[in-house]
C-alpha cells in the first residue's frame, strides 16, 4: 500500500439529536388506575418516569424531530445525506417504511431509505447496517434513528408491561472518513449482531397484518427475559473488545439499551466495567425500545460526558431473542 493512502473508511459520528413527548406518565399517575406503587416499580426496574406520545405523534413525527435535531448538530441537511434507516418496532403503518416518511420530511430525495425490526437490538443493528453501506465506498452519510411509540402496543391493565415502556426517538449521523485502521480512529470499530428465533413466546407481540389482522399487545414473561439478557449481552460486548484488543478498563463508557436497572447493574459487574462509567436514563424514560441508546447517549454528550474521543460501548437485547454490540471513538 503507498504510504499516502489512508488504511480504511471508518462511519464518524457527525451528529446526534433526540425527541421526547411532552406528556410525562410518574409512577403515581399509574398507581391511580394500577394495583401498584412507585416504591415496587422503581425497586424491580430503576423506572421513574416515562414520556407517552400525543394521539397526534406516530412513531415518524417523533423520529423526524430527532433526525432534524441530529442534523442540525452536524450542520447538515437531508440533501446531504444519501442513506436512512429507523429501527423501529412500532411503524405508523404496515407500508410504507418510516424512514421514506422521514425522508420526505427532510427533504431527501435520493440515495435510499428503509426501516429495520429487531426490537430493542433494532438501533444497534441499524447502525451495524449503516456502518457497512459507509465503510463499502457505496454511501458517505447515514442518518440512523431508533423511534417507538410503544405506548401503543400496551395493554394498560397489564401492570407486569405497561410500567416499563415509554416513547421516544434518538438519532445519529455518520460520516465515511478516511483512517489508519487502529483502534485508536474515530468512528465505529467493530459491531456484533447475535438472535435465536425459538426465544420467541418469552418476549412478543400477540397480533399482526397476517395472523389476527390487528396491532396486538405486548407480552412478557420478566424472569425469562432477565434470566438471559445479561448472559447474552456479555456475550457480543466481550467479543467487541476482542475483535478490537481493547478491555473493559479502556472504555470511557458504557450505554447499554435502558431496559431494567437491575440488568444494567449486572451486565456491567459481569463485565468489569465500573459503576461510574455506566450511562443510566431508565429511571426518567423506562424502556424506549430502538430509541433508547440513541436517547442516552444523546443526554450523556449533552451534559458533558461523552467527549469527542472517548471510546463508547453500545449493547441491547430485544424481542426475537435478538442482541448486539458496537463499539464507537467518538
Not at 162 to 191: K, M, N, P, W
Request: glycine share 10%.
Amino acid at each position: 500500500m503507498n504510504n499516502s493512502t489512508p488504511g480504511k473508511l471508518r462511519s464518524v459520528v457527525v451528529g446526534l439529536g433526540s425527541y421526547l413527548p411532552k406528556r410525562i406518565v410518574s409512577n403515581v399517575d399509574l398507581e391511580k388506575s394500577l394495583d401498584t406503587t412507585d416504591e415496587w416499580i422503581v425497586q424491580r426496574t430503576g423506572i421513574k418516569q416515562r414520556h407517552v406520545a400525543a394521539e397526534d405523534e406516530p412513531t415518524s413525527v417523533l423520529g423526524f424531530n430527532a433526525a432534524r435535531a441530529a442534523l442540525a448538530d452536524a450542520g447538515l441537511t437531508g440533501s446531504d445525506l444519501d442513506l436512512v434507516i429507523v429501527a423501529t418496532a412500532t411503524p405508523d403503518y404496515t407500508f410504507p417504511a418510516v424512514a421514506t416518511q422521514i425522508q420526505a420530511s427532510l427533504g431527501m430525495f435520493h440515495g435510499a431509505a428503509f426501516d429495520m425490526q429487531a426490537v430493542c437490538s433494532g438501533f444497534v443493528y441499524a447502525l451495524a447496517t449503516a456502518d457497512k453501506f459507509l465503510i463499502s465506498g457505496s454511501h458517505k452519510r447515514a442518518l440512523v434513528i431508533g423511534a417507538e411509540t410503544f405506548s401503543r402496543l400496551l395493554d394498560w391493565k397489564d401492570r407486569t408491561t405497561c410500567v416499563l415502556f415509554g416513547d421516544g426517538a434518538g438519532a445519529i449521523v455518520l460520516e465515511a472518513q478516511h483512517s489508519s485502521g487502529s483502534a485508536d480512529d474515530r468512528g465505529v470499530l467493530t459491531s456484533h449482531l447475535r438472535s435465536d428465533g425459538r426465544h420467541r413466546e418469552k418476549l412478543y407481540v400477540d397480533g399482526g397484518p397476517s395472523s389476527t389482522k390487528t396491532t396486538g399487545h405486548l407480552r412478557m414473561a420478566g424472569r425469562e427475559v432477565f434470566r438471559h439478557a445479561v448472559g447474552m449481552v456479555a456475550d457480543v460486548v466481550t467479543e467487541a473488545f476482542a475483535a478490537t484488543g481493547t478491555t473493559a478498563q479502556q472504555l470511557d463508557w458504557f450505554v447499554p439499551h435502558q431496559a431494567n436497572r437491575r440488568i444494567i447493574d449486572a451486565s456491567a459487574e459481569k463485565l468489569g466495567i465500573a459503576a461510574e462509567k455506566v450511562v443510566v436514563t431508565v429511571d426518567l424514560h423506562g424502556n424506549t425500545s430502538a430509541a433508547s441508546i440513541p436517547l442516552a447517549l444523546t443526554v450523556a454528550r449533552d451534559d458533558g460526558r461523552i467527549k469527542k474521543g472517548d471510546l463508547v460501548m453500545i449493547e441491547a437485547m430485544g424481542g426475537g431473542f435478538t442482541w448486539a454490540s458496537a463499539l464507537i471513538r467518538w
